[in-house]
């Protein structure tokens, strides 16, 4: 594959370069195809230091990827919810869902293996039980089904849109109305590619709505429910409309705001999940408290106006 340095490039690393355009491998294995001899610029190989100067020609030459495959591993894990069929665990900040671009431990998925010793084979080797995700700065619950018939059960509902999302969130600025809904679509962003946007106008559908809990100096908390599944969507919502996710550099938020103490992750949390049994068909909710560590950032904030309607 051939990859075209722009003049925006210029001065750039080259496994700097390739990681921004090819996000779905990891830096690591960017740098070992370098010193391989497998990227060439302008045909001719190169370091991973070395700097672009714009308008180049970046030859990419992929070696096969060795399968990926879960493993038990012992690490904490909080259970909220479990039967014969359906677990569901409060995911912490900073753990990665499953194996990928690099990363093969300290898995959500190998925990759930140390824990449970069998998942659904419906996610593949890599992902056994999976049925959604969480970004890796996002906490709180995440469902998993234990046998086959759950996970097909579960996908269904996820594909259907029946599952009900609620999210807790900090966002930047004074969010003006007390509920609201922003429906954009989000495409993968062109430039940065390791994000979304929702500022094209073009992509997948989506749809973001919320309601403000509180209004605080320099920010509102609010409560979100997303009723498709896009990847990034809150994040790439509310930073279309200029309010970006406390911590959430990636989207704009500053890297920190004075007189705050340092937030080492994304103000974004997965707060309840509401579904149907993928065997019995009862009625489940299942809910996460806000994550210890956001509570006690957020009482450094001063109230800013008055709590939001309900």
């Given at each position: 594959m051939i990859v075209n340095a722009s003049e925006a490039d210029a001065g750039k690393r080259l496994d700097v370069f390739l990681q921004e355009h090819l996000p779905e491998f990891s830096r690591s294995r960017l740098q070992d195809w370098i010193k391989a001899g497998r990227v060439r610029v302008n045909g001719a190989g190169e370091r991973p230091s070395s700097r672009l100067r714009g308008g180049e020609a970046v030859e990419v030459e992929p070696a096969a990827l060795p399968p990926l495959k879960a493993y038990a591993e012992d690490l904490p894990l909080e259970i909220l919810y479990q039967d014969d069929d359906v677990i569901a665990v409060n995911k912490p900040a900073g753990m990665v869902v499953h194996a990928g671009a690099g990363r093969h431990s300290g898995t959500l998925v190998n925990a759930l293996l140390h824990h449970f010793g069998t998942l659904a084979k419906g996610g593949g080797e890599e992902r056994p039980g999976i049925v959604h995700r969480l970004d890796r700065f996002t906490s709180g619950v995440l469902l998993v089904a234990r046998t086959d018939a759950a996970h097909r059960g579960l996908a269904a509902q996820f594909a259907g849109r029946t599952v009900e999302k609620v999210y807790l969130a900090l966002v930047h600025g004074r969010v003006k109305a007390d509920q609201g809904r922003i429906e954009k679509p989000i495409s993968r962003d062109p430039v940065?590619?390791?994000?979304?946007?929702?500022?094209?106008?073009?992509?997948?559908?989506?749809?973001?709505?919320?309601?403000?809990?509180?209004?605080?100096?320099?920010?509102?908390?609010?409560?979100?429910?997303?009723?498709?599944?896009?990847?990034?969507?809150?994040?790439?919502?509310?930073?279309?409309?200029?309010?970006?996710?406390?911590?959430?550099?990636?989207?704009?938020?500053?890297?920190?705001?004075?007189?705050?103490?340092?937030?080492?992750?994304?103000?974004?949390?997965?707060?309840?999940?509401?579904?149907?049994?993928?065997?019995?068909?009862?009625?489940?909710?299942?809910?996460?408290?806000?994550?210890?560590e956001l509570a006690a950032w957020m009482k450094n904030l001063e109230p800013g106006a008055e709590r939001g309607g309900n």
């Open positions: 940065r590619r390791l994000r979304m946007t929702a500022r094209l106008g073009e992509g997948r559908s989506a749809i973001t709505e919320y309601r403000v809990l509180e209004r605080l100096a320099g920010f509102t908390y609010l409560e979100v429910r997303i009723r498709t599944g896009r990847t990034h969507q809150i994040r790439a919502h509310f930073a279309s409309i200029g309010h970006p996710v406390a911590g959430d550099r990636l989207y704009g938020a500053p890297a920190q705001t004075e007189g705050l103490p340092p937030l080492e992750r994304t103000f974004l949390h997965a707060h309840r999940v509401r579904f149907s049994h993928p065997v019995t068909g009862a009625p489940v909710t299942v809910e996460a408290p806000l994550a210890a």
